[in-house]
């Protein structure tokens, strides 16, 4: 995660390059450039950010935006988005221009086809993943992202249901102690040790087990990934033509790391192709690509499913080198997400003054609920029904995601072709632009959510737990918000016919281990949460918080 040296390095970037922001805002002219076309629409827009006055006023402005990002966007929302309905220009080092931000009506052109809008470059500009992963064609050619696409829908998580509650048992036993610790109060890492149970549960579905326990495997995964997402912070808050230069200096360590990841993993993939060769031998008939959920001479985990994908390609795709790579580019984000969900979700319900309350409901939900699949409870967590019926736990966590989200704005997309895109009212968008949606300050909005601040696990449970008790099934189908539900106030999956494919294996997945988490451990904070920080797009997570925590008695386990 990103560290306060690496701030420091920000700042001093920062101080060094403040000569060349002349030629950034002049040149760029806040993204208007000489054409007449670009400088007629950006004339339509008010920007939020950059003061008026000098050279220096501008240049402070500029600078501004890695830490007052959140600030402006709020302010441009409230004034413009709300207040008028209409679009506003925010500048940002993260492009070194300025952003097109959206208002809320405005979300429907996320389904525009991808020849006129696209998101793909901006998500990979936004890690910075060119400096990291040295093959090309990787990044491009997202053959990993079918799998996500097509192998962790909604129709299959059923499948992985038992896989990943046997290693929630596991993980939480090895890591935050079992019946033989019972009672003993222990003070650690809350984000480090939330994250370490996730990161082994989604290894489990990447790679299967036993690789997904390879204690070497998870702590170099672990390391790639904070190099990268540090290293990558550092090149967004640069100005761009000074990222080619210090990119390739920053993602040494990452590189390093990834290596020897790939080191490990590759055995592993030799194997999983020798496996894939030998039954597509046995029986030509399974010659496809992708899960099969009669097929179970296979193992049942990504690394399999990607296989099959990347031979349909070509059999340059089959060499086992890409496709480790492809496994480290997609656990990277995927472990980090899932893990800064689960840390958010449990630091969120500790910092509550309702928190007794929160934990308390919780349990009694996934006892009751549990128990109807499984004599001793526990074991209903391998069970999709029952894991679907934990409303609170379900609403604890998409509670969570409102109020702690990851970026300030989501759903970035770059005007591609030669066409403008018309948005209405006289504003007309020139290709080149990039637009995005004020996420952070529509999921605050007191229009969206009553008393929006608060965080209130049972928020979005409430109105199903009280449609379930009248057993009004029209009126249960409105009313559920599930993690999953798309709405134009939450938008933490996406929205429209692009939103993550995969949402439905993360939910059901972050389920069990909360679940878990509240059946055996009693859990609170030992010490404060700090105010978090925003640098650019990114908010800066609680990284340092400590949790107490012990596992409850065999009596409470049933």
């Known amino acids: 995660m990103f560290a306060a040296n690496q701030l420091s390095v920000v700042a001093a970037l920062a101080a060094v390059t403040v000569l060349f922001l002349q030629w950034l805002l002049f040149s760029n002219n806040n993204s208007k450039s000489s054409n007449k076309q670009n400088e007629e629409f950006w004339s339509r827009l008010d920007t939020v950010g950059i003061p008026s006055g000098g050279i220096i006023r501008r240049a402070r402005g500029l600078i501004g935006s890695l830490t007052s990002m959140a600030q402006n966007t709020h302010e441009g929302y409230n004034k413009f988005c709300k207040g008028q309905n209409r679009p506003f220009a925010l500048p940002t080092m993260w492009t070194g221009k300025a952003v097109v931000v959206l208002p809320p009506s405005q ?36 053959i990993h992202f079918e799998v996500s696409r097509k192998d962790l829908t909604r129709r299959n998580v059923d499948r992985q249901a038992a896989p990943t509650a046997e290693e929630v048992d596991l993980a939480f036993r090895e890591l935050w102690g079992d019946s033989k610790t019972a009672g003993e109060w222990k003070m650690v890492n809350g984000w480090d040790m939330c994250g370490a149970v996730i990161a082994r549960v989604a290894l489990r579905t990447l790679v299967g087990s036993p690789m997904c326990r390879n204690e070497t495997l998870l702590e170099l995964t672990r390391k790639f990934a904070d190099s990268l997402f540090g290293a990558a912070a550092v090149i967004n808050c640069t100005p761009p033509f000074l990222r080619p230069a210090i990119g390739p200096l920053l993602a040494l360590p990452a590189k390093f790391y990834g290596a020897r990841c790939r080191r490990i993993i590759i055995p592993l993939v030799k194997e999983r192709i020798r496996l894939w060769q030998q039954h597509q031998n046995k029986d030509p008939k399974q010659k496809h690509g992708g899960a099969d959920e009669n097929d179970t001479e296979l193992p049942n985990d990504f690394l399999q499913w990607l296989i099959p994908r990347c031979a349909g390609h070509g059999p340059e795709h089959m060499d086992p080198s890409k496709i480790a790579m492809r496994f480290l580019a997609l656990n990277t984000m995927f472990v980090f997400a899932m893990s800064y969900v689960f840390s958010s979700t449990v630091i969120d319900l500790c910092a509550s003054p309702d928190r007794d309350e929160f934990l308390s409901g919780m349990e009694e939900e996934c006892r009751r609920v549990l128990a109807d ?30 109020v702690s989200d990851v970026g300030v704005v989501t759903l970035p997309r770059d005007v591609v072709g030669d066409k403008p895109l018309d948005l209405g009212g006289g504003v007309v968008v020139p290709p080149g632009t990039r637009l995005v949606y004020p996420t952070q300050s529509i999921h605050l909005d007191r229009d969206y959510h009553d008393d929006p601040l608060r965080f209130d696990a049972f928020r979005f449970s409430r109105p199903m737990e009280k449609t379930e008790q009248h057993n009004d099934a029209p009126g249960r189908e409105k009313a559920r918000e599930l993690m999953v539900t798309l709405t134009p106030g939450f938008l933490a999956f996406g929205y429209g016919k692009r939103a993550c494919p995969g949402r439905w294996f993360v939910a059901q997945t972050l389920k069990q281990a909360l679940a878990y988490l509240v059946m055996n451990y009693e859990v609170g904070l030992a010490g404060p949460v700090p105010k978090r920080k925003t640098l650019l797009n990114m908010m800066i997570p609680p990284t340092g918080v400590k949790l107490r925590f012990r596992r409850k008695g065999d009596e409470q386990e049933k």
């Open 107 to 142: 979300l429907h052109l996320v389904n525009r086809p991808e020849s006129e809008l696209t998101g793909f470059w901006a998500l990979i500009e936004n890690i910075q993943l060119p400096y990291f992963i040295p093959d090309r064609d990787v990044i491009e050619n997202v």
């Open 373 to 402: 699949y499984h004599g001793d409870g526990q074991g209903g967590l391998a069970n999709k029904e029952a894991v679907d019926r934990l409303y609170r736990v379900d609403s604890a966590i998409r509670e969570s995601m409102r």
